[in-house]
Every structure is written in structure tokens, then in C-alpha cells.
């Protein structure tokens, strides 16, 4: 469906139903299902809920679905936006943590149990691992070793070099 990408703990992925035909950007209903609310995220990244769950929340990396990747030792997604190579952009995301002046984009609280799985917001968590009813694979996950805990999310778009453009989000014990 094109993202958003979300980031869900995997204690609760079977609270997240994605795009659902009751819902109202590919259903004809009138209450928004969990797809709807993730594509409403308007900011580089925000926390939204999940139903019925209170000891976590899910993390949407707002904007376009570009591929991200996760780097836990710095508790960080990076985002590609544009880069010639892997390096490039490693680089340009680091060059950005690193740097005390980033003015960084506060995104709100997230909280998690633990670990979690990066998923386009379109996927029903319950779906991860299912092969596609036509068989062309499965839904695309990442893990995302994050320990249990509160944590502020922050993020910035790097687009100051004329060839490498940068997202990042970052997590911060909170």
C-alpha cells in the first residue's frame, strides 16, 4: 500500500489490523482503521496507540516509506531519502547524531514492552509471516531490538548535501 512504515512491539502485533475494507481510505466506512490513523501522521515521526493496548504504543515513521533500516547501537532509524551508496547515507546519519547543533524534531513518547518489528502501517501485524494469498511472498518486517522502557522519539531530515538527503529517528530514554 506504500506506508507508512510503523514500528510495533511484537507483544502486540495482533493489536495492529492495518488497512482493513471497513476502513476509510480503501473501505467504505466511516470510522479510520489503524492504516487511516498512521497515514494521518503528518510529522517526520509520531506515536499513536494501539486498542486495547495500554502498556504500549506504535511508532510511525511518517513522510513517504523509504527504506530504513535500524542501527541499535545508536537507537536510531535511518531513512533513505537519496544516496549513491549505503556508506553514503550510514555516514550522513551519523554525521547528523553526532552533531550537538541538529535541531531535532520532538515527536512525542513512545513505549514499549521490548522488542519490536518494523512493518509497513498497511500489514496486519497478525499477517507477518503469512504467505500473500496470490504467493508472492510473505509481508517485509524487521526486527528491532529495543529494550523495554519510555522513550522520547525525535527525528530530522539531513537534506544539506546535494546528493545524500537523510532521514533519522531517534530514540532517547525518556
Known sequence: MGGPLIVVPVSALHQWNGCTENGMIVGDGDQPDDYDRACAVEDLAEVISLAGHTANSALVLGDEPSSTCYLAE??????WLA???????????MAVLNDPATPWEECGL????????????????????????????QPEQA??????????????HDWSDESTWVGVVQLLPA
Open 74 to 79: 545508536q537507537r536510531a532509524f535511518v531513512r
Open 83 to 93: 544516496a549513491n551508496s549505503d556508506a553514503e547515507l550510514i555516514a550522513a546519519a
Open 110 to 137: 513512545w513505549q514499549t514492552d521490548g522488542p519490536a518489528v518494523l512493518m509497513d502501517s498497511a500489514e496486519a501485524g497478525g499477517s507477518l509471516g503469512v504467505p500473500y494469498p496470490d504467493g508472492q511472498g
Open 143 to 156: 526486527p528491532v531490538l529495543v529494550p523495554a522502557g519510555l522513550w522520547t522519539v525525535r527525528a530530522f
